[in-house]
């Protein structure tokens, strides 16, 4: 019996050493795996000029009514990103219905197991991967980036849809149910009422994180602010890339900020 | 029994008014987003069988494709665990100064939470084009994308879980003289270690999964070869490339999942 | 009392839950009509699961359960919904759909009465709706009307939903632990409620309780159960305090042999 106390002590006093070497193996692998390009000799050059053109951003390019104009485009990533999230809400209820564990059921089951698999299969697939396939049916432009983020948010909002499914309170279904209502009256009474502020919730939540992707998405051609952004980029355009820095950024935080209230008083 | 007994109902939940508002500003942002999205659904399901075909060829993975798949795919993860560290490091300091309750000074904290808000509201793959122009192509450019990135998430993480710490070891270090350093390493740290050692996998799985498409833009790892597949039509390929990124996020979730349980 | 007036009639029931727990045991139990009946035990001794039995929330796997003289075990579809119409219940935790109000609410419990799209669509009928209002002016609510339920305090929250059980026009009012979340004052209200449906409605009341203090008060018959059996039924006339003494203590010894079901 000492022994065995003796065991876990030394046990529990010296494993904090594997532990170490094993991450300090993890970060030599790492170190000796990457090939630091080193900088390049213009990177402070660069560096300045961006700088600079944060600073000096190309105020014309806001707005010039040709539609291709910051304004317009930011709107668009904007249209982009709320109509791809209102898709996906409605494609994620029936993912979630089948990924939902019931109540007293056991941790495997081959219906919610299956869909959270699914699921995680979808969240996996890279959205850029997703824009490029879409591309190549509808042609370049927004709608390929609203297919995109319509099929990509499945994978989150699907999961959390199903996680809030699993954990409501089926007082009011049971309510219903014995005062004679059918399967469906419950649904309807009781469900949908106790459900829906938090599908919302979750919902606005996935359009913010759309309103970031919609608008890099335009880098593969699926429209929106990432496009011009990209070539100002590529032909070191800095003033015009400060601009379009400038407008992500302050279309990113309003959106954070409107959805953040609504998103607080919901629940 | 006569009406007068009834209350009042407001005249704005009598006619609906917000349910019906509410409606209607959805439907317009919904037909606004509409047109200017120039959504199309007659083209997308006409031009449906293009996008079977290219799964159809997506569903014959090329399999001798894996062994080249290995090596960037493994790059990929050592990018991801060197620009997590750089950002945790450089966030620590940041989250400390911006926590309330050890920064009672709220014009520095004003100044350092606003920077970190405009770090996180840009996506990781405009950093990456941003440092694939300043660095030049290559891992480099993902790594320093990946720090940046997670320097703006787990600042915000870490010091929400300071100010979430127990004040009563604090104060009792102050009443014995301690100065500001010495009460973060004695009182601070002992209580957020496992919440930041866990915020660190799970920002770490994150940067995983961002990582894949960096490459995309030049910033190397496995995201060049999706690149290059795509580009060159090669939906073989791609699809070998997709199905090494699955396993690779499905094992590093698995086993940072695991590890932050015990961490719990 | 004659047998004529029994209303709901347990013969030898059992019920073993699919894991092995064994939930309820031979209960040979017979209701009268009006009768005001508290059913008192340890958590875990079966009470939840008796008045379940009763709108068949819960199955039987033995015996049989007859109301009004019919047996209600193979009920299924419209039989069944029709006699959960005719039967009430409030909960423990109130059950009600929180973000409505507390109209919506009161309605809801009509669903029985209704097809199924014209209860989504809230067509419910000018009557019904005056019938909601006098539901809740019984339990004292009716100034809360428009409220959205979450708005309203524990005790409030239970006569709201004894005003939705009301709705069924019930015969059997079946409270599971109607006071357990709640503090005395409001516990009071309640159980005054419920008493009301009980005398001025001729409602019959199955009620559990924790309290046998209170279950002395309001009830007109106590049975008790302890590990699924029956152990003790007596008009209240009959009953002592000191009787409760074997339904909560871990002895399986009976006082008194007061089973006479």
Known sequence: MTENVKKQNFWARYSWIMWAVIVLAFYVWSINGLQFSGLQESAAEVSKSIMHGLFHPEWSYFYDGSGEDLFSLIFQTLAIAFLGTFVSAILSIPFAFWAARAPRENKFHLRSTSGKFILVFIRTFPELVLAIMFIKAVGPGSFAGVLAVSIHSIGMLGKLFSEALENMDRGSEEAIQSAGGSKADMWVLATMPTIMPEFLSYTLYRFEIAVRSASILGMVGAGGIGTPLLFAIQTRNWSRVGIILLGIIVMVTAIDFISGTIRKKLV | MDKQQLPQRPFAQKYHVKGIGGALVFLALLWGSSVMTGVNWGEFFTNLDQFFDLLSRMAHPAWEYTNIVIQPILETIQMALIGTTIGTVIAIPFSILAARNLIKNSVVRGVIRFILNLVRTLPDLLL????????????????????????????????????????????????????????????????????FVSYFLYTFEINVRASTVLGYLGAGGIGVYLQRSLSSFRYDQTAVIVLAILVVVIVIDAVSNNLRERLQ | MSDESVLIEFDNVQKVYPNGTVGLKDINLKIHEGEFVAVVGLSGAGKSTLLRTINRMHDITGGDLKIDGASITGYKGKELRNLRRSVGMIFQDFNLVNRSSVRRNVLSGRVGYYSTWKSSLGLFSAEDKQRAVDALKRVNMLEKLYTRVDELSGGQQQRVAIAR????????????????????????????????????????????????????????????????????????????ADDFDGIYSEQAEIKGGAVNG
């Open chain 3, 165 to 240: 059980a009301l709705m069924q026009e019930p015969k059997i009012m079946l409270a599971d632990e109607p006071i357990a979340s709640l503090d005395p004052l409001t516990t009071t209200a309640v159980m005054d409620d419920l008493l009301g449906l009980n005398q001025e409605l001729g409602i019959t009341v199955l009620a559990n309780l924790h309290s046998v203090s209170l279950a002395m008060k309001y009830a007109d018959r106590i049975i008790g159960l302890r590990g699924g059996q029956l152990v003790y039924d007596k008009p209240i006339a009959e009953v002592s």
């Open chain 2, 128 to 195: 990456a084009a941003l440092f694939v122009a300043v660095v030049g192509i290559g891992a480099t450019a993902g790594v320093w994308t990946l720090a940046v990135f997670s320097f703006g998430m787990i600042s915000k993480l870490f010091y929400e879980t300071i100010e979430t710490i127990d004040e009563r070891p604090l104060e009792a270090l102050r009443a014995a003289g301690a100065n500001n350093t010495q009460v973060v390493i004695f009182a601070v740290v002992p209580q957020v270690l496992n919440s």
